[in-house]
């Protein structure tokens, strides 16, 4: 069974430094892709940014380009977000996503249904 565990949530000020972590417990390298994801209460989940493994692409929201970072560890699995100059409208609760098989274009990164496997989520707080 797939599993994603999270780590790396918590509070910072604005203008502040955090890094998220995922591992997946169980993975297969076809047509891998993972991402990462936020909500605000009363919003929809939107794609914050994501690697496609087979293609070594990564692919960004508008609001995230220039100050967080996806990356990946094969060797243990786990995928990254360094989130740096934090803002208070980066507020949000995170989840990590897997996805396995299919071909999706890179356009289809942000949509939530080409993710079959989440993780609980962690909240990241940032004041101002």
């Known amino acids: 069974q797939v599993q994603l565990v999270e780590s790396g949530g918590g509070s910072v000020q604005a203008g502040g430094s955090l890094r998220l972590s995922c591992t997946i417990t169980?993975?297969?390298?076809?047509?891998?892709?993972m991402a990462w994801f936020r909500q605000v209460p009363g919003k929809e989940r939107e794609g914050v940014a994501a690697?496609?493994?087979?293609?070594?692409?990564?692919y960004y929201a508008d609001s995230v380009t220039g100050r967080f970072t996806v990356s990946q560890d094969n060797v243990q699995n786990t995928l990254y977000l360094q989130m740096n100059r934090l803002k208070p409208e980066d507020t949000a609760k995170y989840y990590c996503a897997a996805g396995f098989g299919g071909s999706y274009g890179g356009g289809w990164w942000s949509h939530a249904a080409i993710y079959a496997y989440w993780g609980q989520g962690m909240q990241v707080t940032v004041s101002s």
């Open positions: 690697i496609y493994f087979d293609r070594g692409s990564t």
């Open positions: 169980r993975s297969t390298s076809s047509s891998r892709r």
